[in-house]
C-alpha cells in the first residue's frame, strides 16, 4: 500500500516524541537534515523544487516544551501560534484551515502533529474536509496519519527509545515507497533529532 508522507506521534516510558516519512513515487530522491532545532526534506537536486515547490520544507520543529511536526511549510505557522501562547489543537486547527491543501494534481493533503506534556494533536486538511483530534498519550501509544489511504488517525505498531530508533522504526513500517524519515524525542533538557536517510 502507499500511503505516501506519514505524521507520527507517541509515546516511550516518560518521552513523547513526533515522527516524519517520506514516501514518494514522483520525487525519491530526497533527504532529510538536522538543523539546529528543525529537521528539514529537500530534494537531492536542488532544481526539482521548479518542478514541485511542496518538495522541500521543514517537516519537525521542536522548542523545550513541544514539538511539531508536518508534511509542509504549515509547521512553522504552528510552531509559531503555539510559541505565541496558542494551544496546540487551536494552532494545528487554524494553521489548516489557513493552508489548506496543497495546490498539485493530486490534491495532496496537508497533515501534521503536535506533541506537549502527554498530549498530542493530530490534523489534516484534505480537498473536501478538515479535522483535527486531541490524544492523551500512555507509554506505548503511536497514532499516525498519512497523505494517501490511512487518512484517519489510528494506532500504529511503532516503539523505540530514541529519536534514532524512533526514525527507524516509523522507515520501516510496511508501506511503499520510503524515501527518508525523522525523528524528535523528548529528553530532560529538550527534544533530541534524528533523520535515517538509506542511502
Keep these: 500500500m502507499y500511503v505516501g508522507r506519514i505524521v507520527a506521534v507517541g509515546c516511550s516510558g516518560d518521552a513523547v516524541w513526533v515522527g516524519y516519512r517520506v514516501s514518494s513515487r514522483s520525487f525519491?530522491?530526497?533527504r532529510a537534515t538536522a538543523s539546529g532545532s528543525s529537521?528539514?526534506?529537500h530534494p537531492v537536486d536542488p532544481s526539482d523544487v521548479l518542478k514541485?515547490?511542496?518538495i522541500t520544507y521543514p517537516c519537525i520543529r521542536a522548542s523545550n516544551d513541544?514539538?511539531?511536526v508536518s508534511n509542509g511549510d504549515h509547521t512553522d505557522m504552528i510552531f509559531d501560534r503555539i510559541e505565541d501562547g496558542s494551544g496546540p489543537l487551536d494552532a494545528v486547527a487554524l494553521s489548516l484551515v489557513a493552508y489548506g491543501?496543497?495546490?498539485d494534481d493530486l490534491r495532496t493533503p496537508r497533515i501534521a502533529g503536535v506533541v506537549s506534556g502527554r498530549s498530542a494533536v493530530l490534523g489534516i486538511a484534505a480537498h473536501d474536509e478538515i479535522r483535527v483530534r486531541k490524544i492523551e498519550l500512555q507509554d506505548g501509544d503511536a497514532w499516525m496519519v498519512a497523505t494517501y489511504e490511512k487518512t484517519g488517525f489510528e494506532p500504529v505498531s511503532m516503539e523505540g527509545a530514541?529519536?534514532?530508533s524512533i526514525a527507524r522504526s516509523l522507515f520501516g513500517l510496511p508501506f511503499e515507497r520510503p524515501v527518508c524519515?525523522?525523528?524528535a524525542f523528548r529528553r530532560d533538557d529538550g527534544f533530541e533529532l534524528a533523520?535515517?536517510?538509506p542511502r
Design 181 to 183: 524519515s525523522a525523528a
Design 101 to 103: 491543501y496543497e495546490r
Design 28 to 30: 525519491p530522491n530526497r
Design 39 to 41: 529537521v528539514f526534506v
Design 162 to 164: 530514541s529519536a534514532s
Design 66 to 68: 513541544f514539538a511539531v
Design 52 to 54: 514541485n515547490p511542496y
Design 195 to 197: 533523520v535515517y536517510n
